[in-house]
């Protein structure tokens, strides 16, 4: 499945913040993010199915500087975190949707020795993924990521809004897992 993720980087220009961003996600043997095989297209564009994402500003339409539209920059954020919410909600209802889940029953009966498949193990990886959607880790469904502080909260990225809101990019990158 493919999944367009907003990486939210302080740079000097648009050309440096593409240059973070792609640094980042291929730094070493195993590209970053763990989760992900693929990344945009390096040398299409990371954008990849969302390239034109920002069209009609700045010279490449796949990359936005803050201060250039900060409406379509507010826009784009809401809407990626949107997903993150509505992601967080349909999970939560999974673990929900059965009255017999008890997380200390689970815990009580684990066993590493065995691998059990049973209506649990689904509602235990639901679990695992409000986990670390609400722990702000770096995951498919978190659509918006302060690549800067490599953290999906964005409350640091609001902070240097306030102080060089003109070297706050938008990059968008499409991913596959």
Known sequence: MHTCQIMLVEAEDAEDA?????????????????????HGGIGEGLA???????Q????????????????LADDIIKEFLSYRIA????????????SGFDVEKAI???????QRFDDNAMKLWRLQRVA?????????????????????NLEYFK?????????????PVDFHF
């Open 18 to 38: 593409i240059d973070i961003v792609r640094g980042a996600i291929t730094h070493a043997e195993t590209p970053y993010p763990a989760w992900s095989d693929w």
């Open 48 to 54: 990849g199915r969302w390239s034109g994402l920002f």
């Open 56 to 71: 009609g500003w700045e010279e490449n339409q796949d990359v936005l500087c803050y201060t250039e539209n900060k409406v």
């Open 87 to 98: 992601e967080t909600k349909m999970l939560w209802e999974g673990i929900n949707k059965d």
């Open 108 to 114: 009580s009966e684990y066993d590493p020795y065995s």
């Open 132 to 152: 670390k959607i609400l722990n702000n880790d770096w995951c498919s469904d978190t659509g918006v990521y302060d690549l800067h502080e490599h953290t999906a």
């Open 159 to 171: 902070n240097r809004l306030d102080k060089s809101p003109e070297k706050q990019y938008l990059v």
